[in-house]
Structure formats: C-alpha cells, structure tokens
C-alpha cells in the first residue's frame, strides 16, 4: 500500500514540473511567452478576440467567415498579415 501511494505522490509530481517546464529547456520560452500575454495591448487583443469567439459560440454574432473577418480585422488590423480583400478586387 506505501509503494503505491509514494508512487501516485511520484506521478503527481512529476505531472507538476510537466507543467511548469521547470526542468525543461523551453522554460525561458515559457517564462518569456506568459510575460508578452500580460503587456497590455496583447492582453487586451486576447480578451477581445476571446469575446468575439464567446459572442460566435452563443450565436450573438453571425459566424460567416466574412462577418468574423471584419470583426477579427476590427480588433487587430494585422491580424491576418497581408491577405488581399477580395471585396477591393
């Protein structure tokens, strides 16, 4: 019974640094990566995107793709690089 409990308490702790990427070499790239999700205009495109997807799913917003590409390019206007409109064809 202690073997199996010291290894279900091994499991968990290993599933923790997984997650963490403590140990990892892309810790500083995940350290790196949840520092630019928290500036400002990042954080704050994320949560308008995030509102747009929970306005689709409760189809308060009509999902055809060339309604959510206006939406989407409303938000961010480089959201989709250089993608020619082809309404301006």
Sequence with gaps: MQEKLSAQQAIESNQAEMRSLEYSPLYTFKQRYEELLRQPEIAGTL???NQLREAILSEDVEPTLS??????????????GFV??????
């Design 47 to 49: 949560k308008q995107l």
């Design 84 to 89: 020619p409109n082809p309404e301006q064809s």
């Design 67 to 80: 309604n959510v590409r206006v939406l989407m390019l409303q938000i961010d206007e480089g959201i989709f």
